[in-house]
């Protein structure tokens, strides 16, 4: 069992930057490959970015490549740095762990763990 809470989010307008953050508690966090998903009002929920089980291996959404990084602190938080940010990129955003080192990392029921979400903002 794992538990995640999302930190980071807030108001920042186009072509900015926000950092954040998914913090997890109870068994150990590098055992998980850790996805960050988003969720806009009226749409459904879409892959973002993924680090592996191994933290060997980054993958992205055509959407946010070049402009978000995922990343991790080796201990129990992984990062999602978003620059450049677009009006488009407005969501509340989850990060999500998965038991499993590799699959369809990009579909929701590959994780078993969810957060409760950040919301981030982007102005024109």
């Known amino acids: 069992q794992v538990q995640l809470v999302e930190s980071g989010g807030g108001l920042v307008q186009a072509g900015g930057s926000l950092r954040l953050s998914c913090t997890a508690s109870g068994r150990t966090f590098s055992r998980y490959t850790i996805g960050w998903f988003r969720q806009a009002p009226g749409k459904e929920r879409e892959f973002v970015a993924t680090i592996t089980w191994s933290r060997g291996t980054t993958y992205y959404a055509d959407s946010v490549k070049g402009r978000f990084t995922i990343s991790d602190n080796a201990k129990n938080t992984v990062y999602l740095q978003m620059n450049n940010l677009k009006p488009d990129d407005t969501a509340g955003y989850y990060c999500?762990?998965?038991?499993?080192?590799?699959?369809?990392?990009?579909?929701?029921?590959?994780?078993?763990?969810w957060g409760q979400g950040t919301q981030v903002t982007v102005s024109s």
């Open positions: 999500a762990a998965s038991v499993y080192s590799g699959g369809a990392y990009q579909t929701e029921s590959f994780y078993q763990y």
